[in-house]
């Protein structure tokens, strides 16, 4: 049971704009940035948004974070199939003093 | 290049002892914490705990307290993480990353470790 909770698949079509949910907790989002990475197949995460808001030099606009209260969602515009991967959302949680993940959202592009 | 290169695949028995080792290359070793993450295959990412650099002083998660050890050998910018008496349901590629400061974004990765324990 991960602390943080996503659905487990999302879909969208070439050009399409999808959002993947991410819910959490006062101890966790509701206190902390949020952080989300993509997962490719076979290959080790990549850093898309960090402080919840925020895109690494290198990631593309269509990629973009939000956050309020104790969730958050990462949203991606203009899709592409390049994007199909499985994205995790992340925080620092006070309570348990370590970062803890979503259990991750496997997004098809069909 | 900027990157942290971890050691190669291990297939070990259960109730044994495996160490996986990250060496970072390209930027200086003492200004990023070094932390572990596991992948069992087919699951989510799991954080298992993180390594100051500087000081040597590790903190876990509470899952993993009493059973796993990071270390660093700032001579040689590496990181250890070593996980004792091993199962079967510790197969999973480890992932060593860095971070800026103790607490923040995961910003570079390892390419991941596969750690074998056949039943």
């Known amino acids: 049971q991960s602390a943080l909770t996503q659905p487990p698949s999302a879909s969208g079509t070439p050009g399409q704009r999808v959002s993947i949910s991410c819910s959490g907790s006062?101890?966790?989002?509701?206190?902390?940035?949020v952080y989300w990475y993509q997962q490719l197949a076979g290959t080790a995460p990549r850093l898309l948004i960090y402080r919840s808001d925020q895109r690494p030099s290198g990631i593309p606009g269509r990629f973009s974070g939000s956050k309020s209260g104790t969730s958050a969602s990462l949203a991606i515009s203009g899709l592409r199939s390049e994007d199909e991967a499985d994205y995790y959302c992340a925080a620092w949680d006070n309570s348990l003093n370590g970062l803890v993940f979503g259990g991750g959202t496997k997004l098809t592009v069909l | 290049q900027v990157q942290l290169v971890q050691s190669g695949a291990e297939v070990k028995k259960p109730g044994a002892s495996v160490r996986v080792s990250c060496k970072a290359y390209?930027?200086?070793?003492?200004?990023?914490?070094i932390h572990w993450v596991r992948q069992a295959p087919g699951q989510g990412l799991e954080w298992m705990g993180c390594?100051?650099?500087?000081?040597?002083?590790?903190h876990y998660a509470r899952k993993f307290q009493g059973g796993v050890t990071m270390t660093r050998d700032t001579s040689i910018a590496t990181a250890y993480m070593e996980l004792r008496k091993l199962r079967a349901d510790d197969t999973a590629v480890y992932y060593c990353?860095?971070?800026?400061?103790?607490?923040?974004?995961?910003?570079?990765w390892g390419q991941g470790t596969l750690v074998s324990v056949p039943s």
């Open positions: 006062g101890s966790n989002i509701g206190s902390n940035y």
């Open positions: 990353a860095r971070v800026f400061g103790p607490v923040g974004e995961i910003d570079l």
């Open positions: 390594v100051n650099p500087n000081t040597g002083a590790a």
């Open positions: 390209g930027y200086t070793f003492t200004d990023y914490f």
